[in-house]
């Protein structure tokens, strides 16, 4: 297996399972774009893993094994596609690996733990799952300022899979998870019941407006990134999170029924809220 193939499977699995992310990612130059996918493709093993109906047990076997094999990443690993062009995609943008560890540890919690006492519980989830592929990310689109950088784009991370965590509270009630934090859904008298049976009253608007605007601040925040990013790096963050904003919008304008339809935004529909960002 060539480095050509192993990139070529990982834009492959990209394409399929992630069309906003896809979508992004087109704007990057070739080699950045190859390797953002790399990230992707492992991202995408890991979460298969975590939320696969094997057993607890056998996930955790299998996560752990993931962990390992960044931790032991060499230059040329034999046979995995996915390892191989994350092997090269590290080698080249010196991507840390502590970001990818990071990042299967919150397949691990999501292995060991359906719900979320406190937004500061939720907050180290979102920080594993998707602040460390901001980081991971980071590295590749060159961002100069590190150390002003690195929580940015951490910031931006968390605020998508903020939105994520909005767009998908059926989807997740199905694997046996609540995200949104328990403190909070007591607050705004959302029980677990409403949550089963997609109930949309006025104390659930309540509860998910909330979530809303916790996003938006955590998004304009890590928007403060695109001045330290060469022009088509902060083309490809700007489509994110005009994507992503767009689908938050589309949830406040349905009264953030979640339940009865998918968010989802056409072609034209991303277009323009990329270009409203």
Not at 57 to 73: F, K, M, S, T
Not at 79 to 90: E, K, P, S
Request: charged content about 30%; overall charge negative.
């Amino acid at each position: 297996m060539t480095v050509d193939e192993a990139y070529a499977e990982a834009l492959r699995i990209t394409r399929r399972e992630a069309r906003n992310f896809a979508w992004g990612i087109m704007l990057l130059p070739g080699p950045k774009r190859r390797a953002v996918a790399a990230l992707y493709a492992f991202a995408r093993r890991v979460d298969d893993v975590a939320d696969s109906g094997a057993p607890p047990g056998e996930r955790r076997v299998l996560l752990e094994r993931c962990r390992a094999e960044v931790e032991q990443l060499s230059a040329s690993p034999d046979g995995d596609h996915v390892l191989v062009a994350l092997a090269d995609a590290i080698d080249r943008y010196g991507i840390p690996r502590e970001a990818l560890v990071d990042l299967v540890e919150g397949g691990l919690m999501d292995v060991e733990r359906g719900r979320y006492e406190s937004w500061a519980d939720l907050h180290e989830y979102c920080r594993c799952v998707a602040g460390a592929v901001g980081i991971a990310c980071l590295a590749v689109y060159g961002a100069a300022s590190p150390e002003t950088t690195r929580p940015l784009a951490e910031r931006l991370g968390i605020a998508l899979q903020q939105i994520n965590i909005m767009r998908d509270v059926p989807e997740d009630w199905r694997l046996g998870r609540i995200y949104l934090p328990a403190d909070e859904r007591e607050r705004f008298g959302v029980s677990e019941d409403d949550i089963a049976v997609g109930r949309t009253g006025p104390e659930w608007l309540a509860l998910m407006e909330f979530q809303a605007e916790r996003a938006e601040r955590m998004l304009d925040a890590g928007l403060r990134l695109l001045p330290f990013l060469d022009r088509r790096s902060a083309l490809c963050v700007r489509s994110f999170a005009g994507i992503y904003r767009g689908l938050l919008g589309q949830m406040r304008e349905r009264g953030y029924d979640v339940f009865s339809a998918r968010p989802h935004l056409s072609r034209v529909g991303k277009v323009k809220a990329v270009a409203a960002l």
